[in-house]
């Protein structure tokens, strides 16, 4: 039976965040500290059930005082009114569905929930698909471009870090019809936090370290996910060509563009539409013509900025895009999509200003 969102004394919404010891887990708890409207009432991982969090996490000493919750959709349901799932892809598919029937809101950071084509999704991430209807359910929360379907729902499917930069990056100029979509290359790096804290052998230091990797090409899981926003945004097919590149830093992803232009435009140009379609959401940041923006500019928080250089010569735009993949690319889109959910000015507990140098 489906539960009505409860509130606790104090007011606020009740937050289970499930993968806590993951590096979108604790971010979460990060960004959600400082949120008016929630307070975290467990934090969940298969693996340290019992342990205290600061265990794992050293520098939530004092801040986050309790130990970490095994995962039961029965206990959660208990202690939560909505619920972050932070986990690998194939955890979710099973556990959303047990957490949306128990009457909790879900906003899933896997990848499970993504691709509405069940076979698809089977083809890209080698997991059995969730059942059609909760592909069907979930709420693809791409929110500068879809926030106005995310009012209300139960059940929202954050988007990939990779797509959310490419996605951000391409849209109005797809929409607009000023490039060519058959001809979208995609060149797309990421700090190593985008591997997870998991140890393998591509992200050892003595490997990552003073070194640049191309991975997936051609294979990466977010090639269907980019493909199918597209298509929409588009109306027919488009098909991208998509390489991914791990490099030696922390945070942060800076998507690279190239595409046909459908007529000459400037720089200028692009600065002017892009600044019209993303008018009035804050977290978009287009900047001028000719400033291409660095990953450095948007980390730790939930920016997105994009520039363009424009080639006369061959016919063709660059468009590049930066987020922090935690923060905008994770966690931080996530607490956004949940504010659109509740009916709640996007921009509550995420006002960051990017730590820098």
């Keep these: 039976m489906k539960q009505e969102v409860g509130m606790t004394v104090e007011g606020k919404l009740r937050a289970a965040i499930v993968g806590s010891t993951g590096y979108g887990g604790v971010e979460l708890i990060r960004l959600l500290q400082n949120h008016p409207d929630i307070e975290v009432t467990s934090v ?6 019992g342990e205290p969090i600061e265990n794992g996490f050293p520098h939530l000493t004092a801040i986050i005082q309790r130990n970490l919750d095994g995962v039961d959709p029965a206990e959660i349901a208990g202690r939560a009114d909505v619920v972050f799932t932070a986990t690998p892809s194939g955890v979710s598919a099973k556990l959303v569905p047990q957490l949306l029937e128990a009457g909790l809101k879900v906003v899933d950071l896997s990848g499970d929930f993504r691709l509405k084509d069940g076979a698809e999704y089977e083809q890209w991430y080698k997991h059995p698909a969730p059942p059609q209807a909760y592909l069907e359910q979930a709420v693809y929360g791409l929110c500068e471009v879809f926030g106005e379907r995310a009012a209300g ?3 929202i499917s954050n988007p990939g870090c990779y797509p959310t930069a490419t996605l951000l990056g391409l849209i109005p100029a797809l929409k607009a019809g000023w490039i060519k979509h058959d001809s979208i290359i995609i060149d797309a790096k990421s700090g190593v936090s ?3 804290r998991g140890t393998s052998l591509m992200v050892h230091f003595a490997e990552i370290n003073e070194n640049l990797k191309a991975y997936k090409i051609n294979k990466h899981q977010h090639i269907p996910e980019i493909e199918q926003v597209l298509t929409e945004i588009a109306g027919e097919k488009v098909t991208v060509t998509f390489t ?3 490099v030696p830093m922390n945070r942060g992803i800076m998507s690279t563009m190239y595409a046909g232009m459908n007529g000459n435009y400037s720089e200028q140009d692009f600065v002017e539409l892009y600044r019209e379609y993303y008018e009035g959401r804050p977290f978009v940041r287009v900047r001028g013509a000719g400033v291409v923006p ?8 939930n920016y997105c900025d994009i520039g363009f250089a424009t080639d006369a010569r061959t016919g063709r735009v660059t468009i ?7 923060v905008k690319g994770a966690a931080g889109q996530a607490i956004q999509n949940l504010n659109l959910m509740m009916g709640w000015e996007e921009t509550r507990g995420l006002g960051y200003t990017p730590v820098y140098p």
Aim: negative net charge.
């Design 244 to 246: 991914t590149y791990l």
């Design 194 to 196: 985008g591997a997870g």
């Design 44 to 49: 969940i991982s298969s693996s340290s059930a």
């Design 320 to 326: 590049v895009s930066v987020i922090d993949n935690i």
């Design 153 to 155: 729902v139960d059940f």
């Design 294 to 301: 660095a990953t450095k500019e948007v980390s730790g928080s």
